[in-house]
């Protein structure tokens, strides 16, 4: 179902009685490990026709994901961060290359199947919200479960107790032109996280909201991929984002992929997670994220 189909054949009857009592606070769910997937990506590349001519983006990426990481990845405008991120999110299809999400090769689903795939296991946050004008932060939040066909009071429930969790108990019935940039984002950001998805992508999460209200949003960020257990790809120019992560990786042009960071390890290290070796200096190497 799309998502204008479940818009218009589910939400719409809905009625959500507006209650004076607060809400409940819910039980802080357990620190979880293992929970994320594990991505493999190998010899990814992505190349458009213009002209009758070919424009790579990305060539012969490789890196893996480990259930729970949580990964930046910064670079200069242009490099191919933002169609690399739409590629592991199966929102684009490459032109070249495999990526196998715990083991299942998503490059060669059909269409129907990808997009199943990708609402059960994949959520998304971009720095422009996309919340539905015409439904409250409840309803917005509710909508990857019902089209999922979650029972409805099934899916209520979920979209209230991550609002509340990320701190908007109080804005439940609130439409987003009523919600400030930092609140429609906790919106967005609950969205994504309502199903506890094995992936969770954001692409410069934070790119429209002051420096606090971007600072909570992070740390927002962190502590629910931590309770529960999501692999986490951010791509961001963001300094102050791309530290709070674990790991972080530098893109140049082609879709090179440089370990970098403190506690980062090494491309040839044993053990370490794979990444296209950096032979040579790379061009950008020490230029801030």
């Known amino acids: 179902m799309t998502l204008a189909g479940a818009e218009s054949k589910v939400l719409r009857p809905i009625e959500f009685p507006v209650s004076d009592a607060p809400e409940p606070e819910p039980a802080q769910p357990s620190a979880t490990h293992g929970r994320g997937a594990r991505i493999e990506v190998k010899g990814l590349g992505?190349?458009?026709?213009?002209?009758?001519?070919?424009?790579?983006?990305l060539a012969d990426v490789d890196l893996v994901l480990e259930p729970g990481d949580m990964v930046a990845v910064v670079g200069q405008s242009g490099v191919g961060k933002s169609t690399f991120l739409q590629?592991?999110?199966?929102?684009?299809?490459?032109?070249?290359g495999s990526i196998r999400f715990d083991g299942?090769?998503?490059t060669t689903m059909g269409a129907t199947r990808l997009s199943e795939f990708r609402n059960k296991r994949i959520g998304f946050v971009?720095?422009?919200?996309?919340?539905?004008p015409e439904f409250t932060a409840l309803e917005n939040v509710m909508m990857p479960a019902l089209i999922q066909r979650i029972p409805i009071p099934?899916?209520?429930?979920?979209?209230?107790?991550?609002?509340?969790?990320v701190g908007l108990s109080h804005r439940l019935t609130h439409r987003p032109s009523q919600l400030s940039g930092g609140e429609q984002q906790r919106v967005a950001l609950a969205r994504a996280m309502v199903l506890e998805p094995s992936l969770l992508l954001a692409d410069e999460p934070t790119?429209?909201?002051?420096?606090?209200?971007g600072e909570a949003i992070?740390?927002?960020?962190?502590?629910?991929?931590?309770?529960?257990?999501?692999?986490?790809?951010?791509?961001?120019?963001?300094?102050?984002?791309?530290?709070?992560?674990?790991?972080?990786?530098r893109m140049i042009d082609g879709g090179r992929l440089i370990e970098?960071?403190?506690?980062?390890?090494?491309?040839?290290?044993?053990?370490?997670?794979?990444?296209v070796p950096d032979p040579v200096p790379s061009p950008d190497a020490g230029a801030a994220p």
Do not use: C, W
Not at 87 to 96: E, N, R, S
Not at 218 to 241: A, C, K, W, Y
Not at 266 to 271: C, E, R, Y
């Open 154 to 165: 099934v899916a209520r429930q979920k979209a209230r107790d991550i609002l509340v969790r």
């Open 207 to 213: 790119g429209n909201l002051d420096r606090s209200t």
């Open 104 to 106: 299942e090769e998503l």
């Open 260 to 275: 970098e960071g403190p506690g980062s390890p090494s491309a040839s290290s044993p053990g370490g997670h794979a990444v």
């Open 46 to 57: 992505k190349a458009y026709v213009h002209n009758n001519q070919a424009l790579q983006i």
């Open 87 to 96: 590629l592991l999110g199966t929102l684009d299809l490459p032109t070249a």
């Open 126 to 132: 971009f720095q422009f919200h996309h919340l539905l």
């Open 218 to 249: 992070h740390q927002l960020f962190v502590e629910l991929n931590r309770e529960r257990g999501s692999t986490l790809l951010i791509v961001t120019h963001n300094p102050d984002l791309a530290v709070l992560m674990p790991r972080r990786l």
